[in-house]
């Protein structure tokens, strides 16, 4: 098995209000050095097969396709073999 | 003359478009489940809106791949008509048949209510029946309308009269004061480059009768008939 984790974060050039409104909430709890947030998404994908090159390819067309939208955000992953 | 709507799980605008369609405009129109593969014999389609598939993971981005869709780009790309209203507008643009996204609004708050909206262009054959700087009142009711695209493409976009309806004051002035969500540019509608694929994030299927407190939407339908009567647009 191979595990993916998959990181979605909306550009640099796109505006994040929820990443704005969780900035001010930490501001007002104190962490005054919270200089920005952004938010994203964090997705567990887990595939039957142990072949990682195979998994790239795949988890790569998944992003592409569906996981991101690649008009207002971009992604990264990472893989690991599993038992 | 036949119109199809097509019926997403989580579509809860559908049979408000499916009455205006029978009712107010005395034409045919059934609802096509969004598991059908073909859209043969119908002139128009319309997504309406709601939240389909509870708009998990992105708004309109499950609905994107459900089997229908494949056939509503075909007939999207034959040149016929497609009107997306709210979720459908979110859906056209995860399908890339309209340039651009529609992101969480700036306030992230649920915007429920009247606004009004100035015409910006008249390209697309359902604002046939509008006039440009006309402005009009319409209601919206959305969470996810924060409409946003590349600099180039706007650019693009405004050069090809694109651009169809923006946010603005009783007036028609298009100001920060009349955005409710935070779109680029004001933007509330738009339409592709040959203009048969229209959406737009207010509901003109609620303010179509005297008794909903606005007749605004209702030349949207009307032109989609007229355009379905004069001039044949599919190949």
Sequence with gaps: ?83 | MRIGIVQFPGSNCDYDCLHVIRAVLQVQADLIWHEETQVTGYDALVLPGGFSYGDYLRSGSIARFSPVMRAVTEFADDGGLVLGICNGFQILTEAGLLPGALLRNSALEFRCGWVHLRVESVKSPFMATYETGQVVRMPIAHGDGSYVADPAVLNRMRDNGQIILRYCDAEGDVSAAANPNGSIENIAGICNENGNVFALMPHPERCAEPELGSVDGLGVWQAMVLALTSVPLRV
Excluded at chain 1, 10 to 32: C, E, W
Excluded at chain 1, 61 to 76: F, G, H, T
């Design chain 1, 1 to 83: 098995m191979t595990k993916a984790r998959i990181y979605v974060t909306y550009k640099s050039t796109v505006l994040d209000p929820q990443g704005n409104a969780i900035q001010t909430a930490l501001h007002h709890l104190g962490f005054a050095d919270v200089e920005s947030v952004r938010m994203g998404k964090y997705l567990e994908v887990e595939l039957h097969t142990d072949d990682t090159s195979r998994a790239q390819e795949e988890v790569e067309a998944m992003c592409q396709q569906l996981l991101a939208n690649p008009v207002i955000e971009s992604y990264r992953f990472d893989l690991e073999t599993v038992q």
